[in-house]
T-cell receptor
Framework: GDSVTQMEGPVTLSEEAFLTINCTYTATGYPSLFWYVQYPGEGLQLLLK?????DKGSNKGFEATYRKETTSFHLEKGSVQVSDSAVYFCALSDVGTSYDKVIFGPGTSLSVIP | DAGITQSPRHKVTETGTPVTLRCHQTENHRYMYWYRQDPGHGLRLIHYSYGVKDTDKGEVSDGYSVSRSKTEDFLLTLESATSSQTSVYFC????????????FGSGTRLTVV
């Protein structure tokens, strides 16, 4: 079945460091891909998405490119801030089937220290 | 922000009592979902709904039931609460079409003592 794998956390970075959180997926159809962010004590928020191969999603300085050949959707940010400390979830929705649920990865916790 | 609210935000209840959590949306979305989030387990789907009176089980549905009598409301009931059901519960809504991600509520923190 469909699945999402993320790099294990927690990840700790200094402010202004470069961030990469790896995400790979397995899907039977043609999935849309998402990154969600969860700040402490809050629900998940959609950060960015990409709906087809080679699409790049971007928001708040974060970006991720849908790579069909490597089945990946890695999240990157050039210069992280303390306010980026949160848990990040990679997810997919498989539009090629009648599947109507979003599959989430386990989440990667990020801590940014001043 | 998308119109989705959960109530209550926090609840403490005793083992063996029934508990109902409410999710209310103003987006007229067809799909609604209940998840629980626990350390080390990520997000786990409890139940979901395709429409009014149309629901199905997720991966951790034992001990939970749901009802959806109106498009805007999706209720999650713990028939007889147990300590293992202490968790944070999130409701999510989703529009039609595969490229629509979820919109989540703010969550309900439930403690069963």
């Amino acid at each position: 079945g469909d699945s999402v794998t993320q790099m294990e956390g927690p990840v700790t970075l200094s402010e202004e460091a470069f961030l990469t959180i790896n995400c790979t997926y397995t899907a039977t159809g043609y999935p849309s891909l998402f990154w969600y962010v969860q700040y402490p004590g809050e629900g998940l928020q959609l950060l960015l998405k990409a709906t087809k191969a080679d699409d790049k999603g971007s928001n708040k300085g974060f970006e991720a490119t849908y790579r069909k050949e490597t089945t990946s959707f890695h999240l990157e940010k050039g210069s992280v801030q303390v306010s980026d400390s949160a848990v990040y979830f990679c997810a997919l929705s498989d539009v090629g089937t009648s599947y109507d649920k979003v599959i989430f990865g386990p989440g990667t916790s990020l801590s940014v220290i001043p | 922000d998308a119109g989705i609210t959960q109530s209550p935000r926090h609840k403490v209840t005793e083992t063996g009592t029934p508990v109902t959590l409410r999710c209310h949306q103003t987006e007229n979305h067809r799909y609604m979902y209940w998840y629980r989030q626990d350390p080390g387990h990520g997000l786990r789907l409890i139940h979901y709904s395709y429409g009014v009176k149309d629901t199905d089980k997720g991966e951790v549905s034992d001990g939970y039931s749901v009802s959806r009598s109106k498009t805007e409301d999706f209720l999650l009931t713990l028939e007889s609460a147990t300590s293992s059901q202490t968790s944070v519960y999130f409701c999510a809504i989703r529009g039609t079409g595969g490229d629509y991600g979820y919109t989540f509520g703010s969550g309900t923190r439930l403690t069963v003592v």
